[in-house]
């Protein structure tokens, strides 16, 4: 049968075009009008989508004619002008030679504009140029959409967005179909399957048939979940169970939460010293249910190696360790890290440096069975501090009106403007009345204290600097004395 | 009307000839991945000649189906090749076949593949040796997992290639 249609098809291109795939095409037989349920079975007996194009021959190599391009046009197969924007065919300019990359972005922004099923790229010799035509053929409309199967509403047609009289777009369809897919699996439907057929209703390939079968299965629920082979199985069970309320006996399959499951259960581990553990999912069915199993592999369990702070610290580096809580040969505990963090990013904070970053930098070595801990406090890009000489009493925090000498130099050492044998200069701290740089360089320093203060331009004059004295984009380094804070 | 509907003169010079989802390839596409390989093939009988060519377009298009792919795959999943990783991939093939940089460039321009083609390529394997490595690791079962993260991905999306037999 679908033999004998790929054959009328091919009396009905009158012999120009070549074989496309095999077709249905009831309404090629004399004048026999097909019934809905001829209709129906044709393109129900199909298992796949009818492709957007004949398949075509193989081009020779050819070049396009030589000469400027004196005109553009896109033309369907009858010689009718398009209606296209302007930006579509914006790539060919005219005057200038035949481009072929111009010519193939073109193309793809006919393609894009979703309503042609091919475009091929013609070039034809005229007076000394060459005219280029792009020949478009409109894309099919959706006739009719059946649905059958396991289904028998048109709310599955409705999902894969199949609306008579729309463009048969078999791009969206397949992409459709694979969200239908997932939707269908997130609701336990693990067996479901969604397919779409389509075939040509007439002979010029105008519109298309559409036949949506759905095949939905039973329910599949959980019937087991649980860690195995660790020392801490338990442990992790429970964990589990505060953490995953979805993924319970009787319910079913969460994907994107046994993802996050597999993280809190890595995190468990590397809480008691496992960092080298290897965890693997696996689901085992049993007819419509379905074992979810996390099997894991401790691996030896890791001490503390040498712990350290460093960067851009913005107090004194012993309130810095009196953070962190772990010592050297203890067992490592992801946690106690985290912890850790937490509270050295509340120092910074309270020192005025809400913007300085506080990074890990495990190293994690298995000969020893150690994890060497670098905590580093790291600055925003181009900003930083140096604290020459060490102040005493408390910090300068915002809201405080700080007293002070300063010298500005640029980076190749020129002084731009200093406070030296003037009176000092003071201003509030957060009060915006100086350049954002210089305000967070003061912050968190003590009286009697010196400090270098490296500030990038969009922390200081920007773009434009500040003529004469200050180039546009310059970087600014501050020296500060710190003489009283109020 | 400016042009007539079939103009005698004018003859198809590019077209699509492949859709992968959301992507299209141009015949121009293909006869350009395919120069270095249709320059291989030598046979004199013309039908020979002409088949041995088919086969190399097809396949041609069939790697740039699979290359667009995996590109945008990779997108997804944001992995890339950088700079220095297509560098450092020159350096080794360099390595591995006792040449130089320079060397291999040369040889690649002698099969019709310039520097900037080259290096698209080189960028073209890592990527997919990144997904590779992702979606089925076994480095024993190259093969074989090429073959199944390209069916993964063509399960996907729309495919079409217009000049498969």
Redesign the interface.
Known sequence: MKRLAAVLLCAACGGAAPVGPPVSLPSAHGSHVPTEAERRAAVCERDDLASLAPTVALSPNVAADSGPVLDVAVLDAAGHREDVRAEATAPIAIGAPFDEAAARETSRRLWKTGRFADVAVESSADRGGVRVVFRVTPKPSIAHVFVAGETSSDDVATALRLEPGAPYDPVAIVSARRELRAALESKGLLDADATVSSAFVTPDRSSVDLCVRVKRGAVVTIDAIGAHGSAYDRDLDAVLASEDTKNVPGSVVDRDVLDRDEVVLAGALSDRGLVTHKIERKLVRHGDAITISFDVTDGPVFHYGKVDVRGQLVAPKAEYTKLVTFKRGAVFNRSEVAKAIDAIRALDTSRGRPDLDVEPEPNVDAATGTVALVIEVKGSPGFSTVDLKRGAGRAAASGDTATLHYTGKLLDGTVFDSSIGRAPFTFKLGGGSVIQGFERGVMGMKVGGKRRVTIPPDLGYGKRGAPPKIPPSSTLVFEIELLSIQ | ???????A?????????A?A??H?V????V?REAAPYLAQVHEKDPLARAQG??VV?RDACERLIDAALEEDEAGRLHLEATPDEVEAGIDAVAKNNGTTRDGVLALAAEHGMDAARYRDEIRRQILEGKLLQLRHPDPNKLDAARAALVAELRA???V?D???P
């Open positions: 009307m400016i042009f007539a509907s079939h103009s003169e004018a003859r198809v010079v590019d077209r699509v000839v859709i989802g959301p299209v141009m015949m121009s596409e006869r060519e088919t377009l996907n999306v729309y079409e217009r000049l498969a």
